[in-house]
């Protein structure tokens, strides 16, 4: 079945570097994809997303590549902060008997270390 | 704009009594998601309706589980009888737009405890 595939598992960079998340997904209808930071004891909260007649998309810190040839995309955030630390999950919308919705990606713990 | 609201916001309930979960979703959005989410399997899609009717309930995980959207700003999520293995953070989701194309706004979620 469709999955979506997410690396690494947890992440910790000192603050100031670079962090980057990475997600592959398999159903090659798929033309949307979120990424969604959730922080402890809260719901996930949109952050970015892509379409797929995009490549890379730019949002202050955060930015998302996507390369649908290969069927992933990336998370890139730049200069991070002590409240980047949260897990983020990426997702790869999905249509299947006449529905449609998200496959979620297993999430990644990012630390960032003061 | 209070967002999605959830409640109650903790529950614990004994093995086999009947636990109900609320959501409120934010006005004028047309599609209301359950997610439920655990460690072992992460986050996992139980049901969502498009203006109050259920399009893919294939999420949910058996019978004890029911799902209801009498109008555009309620539904609920109702576990009878409930097990342990039911214990998890449950969310709602509401989207104004078609989910193969934009986000959606989570709840705070519920988190179930059965003992």
């Known amino acids: 079945g469709e999955n979506v595939e997410q690396h690494p598992s947890t992440l910790s960079v000192q603050e100031g570097d670079s962090a980057v998340i990475k997600c592959t997904y398999s159903?090659?209808?798929?033309?949307?994809f979120p990424w969604y930071k959730q922080e402890l004891g809260k719901g996930p909260q949109l952050i970015i997303d892509?379409?797929?007649?995009?490549g890379e998309k730019k949002d202050q810190r955060i930015a998302v590549t996507l390369n649908k040839t290969a069927k992933h995309f990336s998370l890139h955030i730049t200069e991070t902060q002590p409240e980047d630390s949260a897990v983020y999950f990426c997702?790869?919308?999905?249509?299947?008997?006449?529905?449609?919705?998200?496959?979620f990606g297993t999430g990644t713990r990012l630390k960032v270390l003061a | 704009d209070a967002g999605v609201i959830q409640s109650p916001r903790h529950e614990v309930t004994e093995m086999g009594q009947e636990v109900t979960l609320r959501c409120k979703p934010i006005?004028?959005?047309?599609?209301l998601f359950w997610y439920r989410q655990t460690m072992m399997r992460g986050l996992e899609l139980l049901i969502y309706?498009?203006?109050?009717?259920?399009?893919?309930d294939s999420g949910m995980p058996e019978d004890r589980f029911s799902a209801k959207m009498p109008n555009a700003s309620f539904s609920t999520l109702k576990i009878q009888p409930s097990e342990p293995r039911d214990s998890a953070v449950y969310f709602c989701?509401?989207?104004?737009?078609?989910?193969?194309?934009?986000?959606?706004?989570f709840g705070s979620g519920t988190r179930l405890t059965v003992v």
């Open positions: 989701a509401s989207s104004h737009r078609s989910p193969f194309n934009y986000g959606y706004t």
């Open positions: 159903d090659s209808a798929s033309n949307y």
């Open positions: 892509i379409r797929s007649n995009v």
């Open positions: 997702a790869a919308s999905i249509a299947a008997s006449g529905t449609y919705k998200y496959i």
């Open positions: 006005s004028g959005h047309d599609y």
């Open positions: 309706f498009n203006n109050n009717v259920p399009i893919d």
